[in-house]
């Protein structure tokens, strides 16, 4: 993210679009990747060659990787700096913000409910919160709950009433703030349209029916059982607890480039669509659970799964999207599911592969370049496909 664009989400190539073609990359030392691992998991070169290049060619400032294979263990790598002005070096087992992967412990905490009856898929909106959606327009009446985890509620998104990321760095936002700001935007021209306004709305649903608050709803049914421990609800607090890195966006100023530190901020803006602050290994583990048929029955795993055409520019090529879970051809056959994450300072992407391999990356910095973007993919193609 850059001050010029100021959607959160997954708009990565969007983003690197709007930075200086011509900005030098350096700043950040080649250093090679460290790695610890289980004995027997192999040393993962192709995984650590391409992490090597996210620093060493791309020059971002950080990238981590964490691998759980369910044959050889845990693996992890990670690479640059996690803080650019005392050398401290990038670690895999740090916390960091996880933008709209989010979105999918939202999505879960949604489909657990429906599966007690609670909430109906395809219940329009209105039943749950009459009068929110009823202006410009927008009718909560013919839009339904499926619709909102899938980005084909029509809705636009939000975050894009403001003009640059220092309009809401430091503010304190309520969700129906946040409603009434998307309900004055045109409605998209497209059938799918990724939108964090979704999610609010989700959150609400999850309020309503529960009589909790969301965060504390997903933290009972999510966090806690699952024991993740770097995993929490930052509310107005800016600032990141225990280990983290900084997070970086790097900007061209006269041919010199910069890098402003981001790591404060309010997320309030995100809600339960990007709020949450977590680690490789908690999203690793989340991921885990969720596809391995811990936290949903299998009916309704499967209609996670079931996906629609999406917008590649705000995504990836080759990726649909399903109710929070996003679907892409894996390289070494099958599909891998996970989402990706995408804030001021901080990038994460992370998803299961059909053989039980699971992936996390995250990154300090957001990339400026499209090639920067395609090999931080080519890492989890990589990492979940690399053989012994």
């Avoid at 709950?145 to 003009?163: A, I, K, N, Q, Y």
């Avoid at 949903?296 to 399903?322: H, S």
Wanted: charged share 25%; glycine share 12%; proline share 5%.
């Amino acid at each position: 993210m850059t001050e010029n664009d100021a959607k959160w989400g997954l708009g990565v190539r969007r983003t690197v679009a709007l930075v200086a073609a011509g900005a030098a990359i350096g700043g950040t030392a080649a250093v090679p990747a460290r790695a610890t691992g289980t004995q027997g998991c192999g040393d993962r070169a192709a995984t650590r060659q391409v992490l090597d290049r996210i620093t060493g060619v791309h020059g971002l400032t950080g990238a981590a990787v964490r691998v759980d294979d369910p044959r050889c263990g845990t693996w992890t790598a990670a690479t640059g700096l996690a803080d650019r002005r005392t050398g401290r070096p990038m670690g895999a087992g740090l916390r960091g913000r996880i933008g709209s992967i989010t979105k999918t412990f939202t999505a879960t905490t949604v489909l657990a409910l429906a599966g007690e009856g609670r909430i109906s898929l395809d219940a329009p909106v209105s039943r749950y919160l009459p009068g929110l959606i009823g202006r410009n327009g927008y009718d909560g009446r013919k839009i339904t709950v499926r619709s909102l985890l899938r980005h084909t509620s029509g809705l636009p998104d939000h975050m894009d009433t403001f003009e640059s990321t220092e309009e809401f760095r430091f503010r304190h936002f309520e969700p129906e703030e946040l409603v009434e700001r998307a309900l004055s935007l045109p409605a998209p021209q497209s059938d799918w349209e990724y939108s964090t306004t979704n999610y609010v709305v989700a959150g609400l649903i999850i309020e309503k029916v529960t009589g909790h608050r969301a965060e504390d709803e997903i933290r009972r049914r999510i966090i806690a059982p699952l024991r993740l421990r770097d995993t929490y609800w930052p509310g107005d607090e800016v600032r990141i607890r225990g280990p983290h890195p900084r997070g970086y966006v790097r900007r061209e100023d006269g041919g010199t480039v910069q890098w402003a530190d981001y790591t404060e901020m309010n997320t309030t803006v995100a809600w339960t669509g990007g709020a949450l602050i977590s680690s490789p290994r908690d999203v690793s583990m989340f991921l885990g659970a969720l596809l391995g048929g811990r936290l949903l029955p299998p009916r309704l795993l499967a209609e996670m799964k079931q996906t629609v055409a999406l917008d590649p520019d705000r995504v990836w090529d080759g990726a649909r999207y399903g109710l929070g879970l996003i679907g892409t051809p894996l390289r070494c056959g099958g599909t891998w599911w996970g989402h990706a994450g995408d804030i001021d300072g901080f990038t994460a992407i992370a998803g299961v592969a059909p053989s039980g391999r699971r992936v996390s990356v995250a990154f300090n910095e957001n990339p400026s370049t499209k090639e920067a973007f395609d090999d931080e993919l080519n890492l989890v193609q990589t990492a979940l496909c690399d053989t012994r």
